[in-house]
């Protein structure tokens, strides 16, 4: 809520400032289109990272039909922007493995699940910069991505494992005009987020509900990529292409496993990875 507080007081006062040159445009951009959604960690068997290294490994594997909404209220130079996009799987699987030696060794469980009604979200708010001539943009805001990644045992009875991102972005936009109505554009942030995740493992009595474990890395770094072939109509309509590629990694954090007797168990959260390729139809109004 803090990010999102700055960065709004730090629009208003550019708008302040510049308002009086009149140059205002709002943009509203629906969207839609599918999407590929992994999310992967792991654990060790103790605190250090060791006993094994790798003990137990879970992968979600989820296709989605997405939907999300852009904006954008642009004076003079500057603009306020945001992002909503939320996807829905509509196919996807699960693996779960565990490990009795080092380096993957000694499986002794192994199982497969479908990841139905899997939910994955990104919400973003970030002041924007026109640089130079329309064509390079500079941004930095607001972050939020959040997964509900679920594990279907049966019809009615499921685990689910919902991890969510929290931080800064900082990026560039660039665009190239390839003729009187066509343009292409390439939009790369950085990201910089503190990672949380908690689950409910249903079959598990011996674990607590509804959270039988968390886990928390301090710091992730990831990297969000999108390409994009707009078609104009005219100066208030406009169609657009897109592909996107999401990435985040973290090492290292803290996996804390409550039990029902009420004792904590603590290992090493090995890994976690997450990759998000997208592919969305929009349409875009400028008033």
């Known amino acids: ?15 302040e400032s510049v308002s009086q ?8 951009s629906p969207q839609f289109g599918i999407d590929y959604n992994k999310t992967s960690w792991s654990i060790s068997g103790d605190i250090f990272g060791k006993s094994p290294d790798y003990l137990s490994e879970l992968i979600w594997q989820n296709f989605n039909f997405s939907q ?10 500057y603009s306020l922007n945001m992002i909503i996009s939320r ?10 493995t565990d490990y009795t030696a080092d380096g993957r060794n000694g499986m002794n469980y192994n199982e497969n699940f479908t990841s139905t009604n899997s939910t994955f979200l990104i919400f973003q708010l970030f ?11 500079l941004n930095m805001g607001y972050n ?15 685990s689910k494992y919902s991890w969510f991102l929290k931080g800064f972005k900082v990026g560039f936009k660039y665009n190239i005009k390839l003729s009187d109505k066509l343009n292409y554009s390439i939009k790369t942030d950085a990201l910089f987020n503190k990672y949380y995740a908690r689950a409910d493992w249903i079959l598990r009595n011996d674990l607590k509900h509804p959270i039988s474990f968390d886990h928390n890395t301090k710091s992730n770094f990831g990297i969000n990529s999108l390409n994009s072939i707009n078609y104009v109509f005219n100066h208030k309509y406009s169609i657009s292409m ?3 590629i999401l990435y985040v990694r973290g090492k290292k954090g803290i996996d804390k496993t409550y039990l029902q007797s009420g004792g904590i168990l603590f290992t090493q959260l090995k890994d976690v990875k997450i990759l998000n390729l997208e592919s969305n139809f929009s349409f875009t109004a400028s008033f």
Not at 87 to 96: A, I, M, N, P
Not at 144 to 158: A, E, G, T, V
Request: without cysteine.
């Open 87 to 96: 996807s829905k799987t509509f196919k996807g699987d699960v693996s779960d």
């Open 68 to 77: 999300g909404l852009e904006s954008s209220y642009t004076i003079d130079k």
């Open 1 to 15: 809520m803090k990010y999102i507080s700055f960065m709004l007081f730090v629009f208003l006062y550019i708008v």
């Open 127 to 137: 002041p924007e910069y026109n640089l130079y001539k329309d064509r390079l943009f």
């Open 144 to 158: 939020y991505i959040s997964s509900h990644n679920m594990m279907n045992h049966s019809k009615n009875i499921n």
């Open 242 to 244: 897109r592909n996107s």
């Open 21 to 28: 040159e009149k140059k205002i445009k709002f943009q509203i």
